[in-house]
């Protein structure tokens, strides 16, 4: 019925940041009304044409970027982040890179460009970087102290990488008071055997 209530749409916080990052892409028809994308247009230029022309270059956000590319309305271009540079980087030594100056959603944003044009060999090479990354993260929360200054390392992490090595970290300290926990609590337990034992002792000699 019409007066049924919908259901309320539930939007990713990180699905929608991850969107707005800019994508370098070509117009490969004329971009009627969309001249208000070039930020070099004046106001009083888009209201008199209101286009942009075909093979203008624009930074679109990924959103948009993947919805006209689907619709062979723009061709996205591959970011240098994602080239041959560094990608030589990811093979060799990914742990190093520092992906955060990129985008907190390196990995996502490369895995969702690979998808739109059919690059294989780029979510095969995320993927491997993203599991050597992520095992260099756990080494370090487990061998960390609980005070160890991490912000260097933080510093070149996306934001699953954060939250990865955070988790490992809490993890790392939970087991540390448990061990400390149960480590005093066999002490007491060791304390009151000996006074128990000590106890029976004398009682035996008082008896003979």
């Given at each position: 019925?019409?007066g049924e209530?919908q259901?309320?749409?539930?939007?990713?916080?990180?699905?929608?940041?991850?969107?707005?990052?800019?994508?370098?892409?070509?117009?490969?028809h004329?971009?009627?009304?969309?001249?208000?994308?070039?930020?070099?247009?004046?106001?009083?230029?888009?209201?008199?044409?209101?286009?942009?022309?075909?093979?203008?270059?624009?930074?679109?956000?990924?959103?948009?970027?993947?919805?006209?590319?689907?619709?062979?309305?723009?061709?996205?271009?591959?970011?240098?982040?994602?080239?041959?540079?560094?990608?030589?980087?990811?093979?060799?030594d990914?742990?190093?890179?520092?992906?955060?100056?990129?985008?907190?959603y390196?990995?996502?944003?490369?895995?969702?460009?690979?998808?739109?044009?059919?690059?294989?060999?780029?979510?095969?090479?995320?993927g491997?970087?993203?599991?050597?990354r992520?095992?260099?993260?756990?080494?370090?929360?487990?061998?960390?102290?609980?005070?160890?200054?991490?912000?260097?390392?933080?510093?070149?992490?996306?934001?699953?990488?954060?939250?990865?090595?955070?988790a490992?970290?809490?993890?790392?300290?939970?087991?540390?008071?448990?061990?400390s926990?149960?480590?005093?609590?066999?002490?007491?337990?060791?304390v009151k055997?000996?006074?128990?034992?000590?106890?029976?002792q004398?009682?035996?000699?008082?008896?003979?």
């Open positions: 019925a019409s209530a259901p309320a749409v539930v939007m990713d916080i990180d699905e929608l940041l991850m969107g707005q990052h800019p994508i370098p892409s070509t117009l490969m004329e971009g009627r009304h969309l001249s208000y994308l070039d930020p070099s247009n004046s106001a009083s230029t888009s209201r008199q044409s209101g286009s942009l022309p075909v093979n203008s270059r624009q930074q679109l956000p990924l959103w948009l970027a993947r919805s006209l590319q689907q619709r062979n309305h723009i061709q996205i271009e591959l970011p240098a982040c994602y080239g041959n540079s560094y990608r030589e980087g990811m093979r060799s990914p742990g190093h890179m520092n992906l955060r100056d990129h985008s907190e390196y990995f996502e944003i490369g895995k969702e460009l690979s998808e739109l044009l059919y690059d294989e060999q780029l979510v095969e090479q995320l491997l970087a993203f599991n050597r992520a095992q260099e993260l756990i080494n370090t929360a487990l061998n960390a102290g609980a005070k160890a200054d991490l912000s260097p390392v933080m510093q070149k992490l996306t934001l699953p990488e954060k939250r990865l090595l955070e490992g970290r809490e993890s790392t300290t939970n087991f540390e008071k448990w061990r926990r149960k480590a005093r609590m066999e002490s007491s337990q060791l055997r000996t006074k128990a034992d000590t106890n029976t004398r009682s035996s000699r008082q008896r003979r």
